[in-house]
Nanobody, 124 residues
């Protein structure tokens, strides 16, 4: 089991930046593949970015490429999402997710562990 706790969300003006963090903890398992997902009101949850266990592979949604950067510090069991040039359409609840068996996946249904989510609101 892995517990995930996100932080860093908030209200920001368009063009601004936020950095999300996700702290992972667990007695018997450590996260391998990790990702950030988001869900806007009335929309399905979607992948924002994913990162492999050692950080050698990343994947981004087309809508955030060039603006968002996913990274991780395995020594601290922490996942990050640096979000720059934020747009109103980035407004959503952002979720951290982890898989303790796969070193890499971008499939939402292959992430069994999820955080509670953190709200990001971008005003125009």
């Amino acid at each position: 089991q892995v517990q995930l706790v996100e932080s860093g969300g908030g209200l920001v003006q368009a063009g601004g930046s936020l950095r999300l963090s996700c702290a992972a903890s667990g007695r018997t398992s450590s996260p391998k593949a990790m990702g950030w997902f988001r869900q806007a009101p009335g929309k399905e949850r979607e992948l924002v970015a994913a990162i492999s266990w050692k950080g050698s592979m990343t994947n981004y949604a087309d809508s955030v490429k060039g603006r968002f950067t996913i990274s991780r510090d395995n020594a601290k069991n922490t996942l990050y999402l640096q979000m720059n040039s934020l747009k109103p359409e980035d407004t959503a609840v952002y979720y951290c997710a982890a898989n303790t068996q796969y070193t890499w996946t971008i499939r939402q249904n292959e992430y069994p562990f999820w955080g509670q989510g953190t709200q990001v609101t971008v005003s125009s």
